[in-house]
């Protein structure tokens, strides 16, 4: 058996020159110094090579050149698919929203981990029928959370909208790179806080670290920035009895609503209503998570998110959730307020040291 002396101190390895950059397990060394471990190449588990977070939206078709209002935006787009080609992801691990499409206040968890079958929604255009799951790596997650405190649900038969479908058309086309959903409920309240979405995702990273097998994982986030939509919470005195009884009861009509959904933002893209942004709140949340002055963040409560952002900036809580996973440092590859698109659409990014 092969071994290397690492510095924890430094994060060096002893009597080399270079930080150390591996994906392979240590253990102390006997007798030693306890700072000191011994480097073991047959105990290999997984790397995080990079970090993703970006806006979704009905109205961005990833495949169609975009000029014009939402150009910049694809900009950083670019940037990010670029990050990850250049990674080779073995996965994507993606934390995202659910729309009432496949999870529903009738059993509405904060937390759901796909561990086996993943079926894409097809709403709005975003990949539709079976989605590959790398089911020992999402096991490998769930089981690690679970012992770190958390309780996530789990799903052997999990449905995701655009949510988490249209990341995974925008970095791969070839719909064959495995993935990892976690849905956080952003849709209804009681959601979540912000803090134990951060809590949660840190769980998650640590979890990849320690999973099984030699692969490179990239995390994404999906979600926000600024927009106000169609309330459907039940804690929103806005949200109509219909839409209430949908969003309870709505299980077995969720294609035929979706339908309405579809057409409803198709006609007012037709007639080019716009959407409400708040462009300076967005860009102090980007400055926050990037800048590692989280704490604000954390802070946050739903009534001043609905206030300043929207009820559909909720879904940064996977952003924050994604960037617990990561722990490193990010920039913003690009934003831009559309509000034709009826959002603040943004990307940040971050990636290991070649």
Not at 244 to 266: H, M
Not at 330 to 341: A, G, K, L, Q, R
């Amino acid at each position: 058996m092969a071994c290397a002396l690492i510095d924890l101190r430094t994060n060096r390895m002893c009597g080399g020159g270079g930080h150390l950059r591996s994906n392979h397990r240590f253990r102390a060394k006997e007798g030693g110094d306890p700072w000191s471990l011994n480097f073991r190449e047959d105990e290999i588990m997984p790397v995080i090579e990079g970090f993703v977070a970006l806006s979704h939206a009905p109205f961005w078709d990833p495949d169609v050149l975009v000029e014009g209002p939402g150009a910049a935006f694809v900009k950083g787009v670019d940037r990010a698919r670029a990050l990850v080609r250049d990674k080779k992801p073995d996965a994507l691990v993606i934390f995202g929203p659910d729309h009432f499409r496949n999870f529903f206040y009738d059993v509405l968890p904060s937390f759901c981990i796909g561990l086996e079958k993943l079926t894409g929604f097809g709403d709005y255009g975003t990949p539709k029928g079976d989605m590959p799951v790398d089911q020992e790596l999402a096991r490998a997650i769930h089981t690690s959370v679970i012992e770190a405190g958390f309780d996530p649900a789990f799903s052997l038969n999990m449905g995701a909208d655009h949510g988490i479908t249209q990341p995974c058309a925008v970095f791969d086309q070839s719909h064959k790179l495995p993935i990892v959903p976690i849905m956080i409920n952003c849709a209804g309240a009681p959601r979540p806080p912000m803090r134990r979405c951060y809590e949660f995702g840190k769980a998650v990273g640590d979890a990849i670290r320690s999973a099984p097998g030699n692969k490179r994982v990239v995390i994404v986030g999906s979600g926000g920035l600024s927009h106000w939509v169609r309330p459907a919470s039940a804690d929103n005195p806005e949200t109509t009895a219909e839409t209430l009884e949908y969003a309870i009861n709505g299980r077995n009509r969720a294609v035929e609503y979706s339908a309405e959904r579809d057409a409803f933002l198709q006609e007012r893209i037709d007639n080019g209503i716009n959407g409400k942004v708040n462009a300076d709140w967005d860009n102090w949340f980007l400055k926050c998570l990037t800048s590692g002055d989280i704490e604000p963040l954390l802070a946050l409560t739903d009534a001043e998110i609905d206030e300043v952002a929207g009820n559909g900036a909720h879904e940064l809580r996977s952003w924050i959730a994604a960037a617990g996973a990561w722990g490193g440092s990010s920039e913003v590859f690009s934003y831009e307020p559309v509000p034709s698109w009826v959002t603040g659409m943004g990307c940040i990014g971050g990636s290991t040291p070649v």
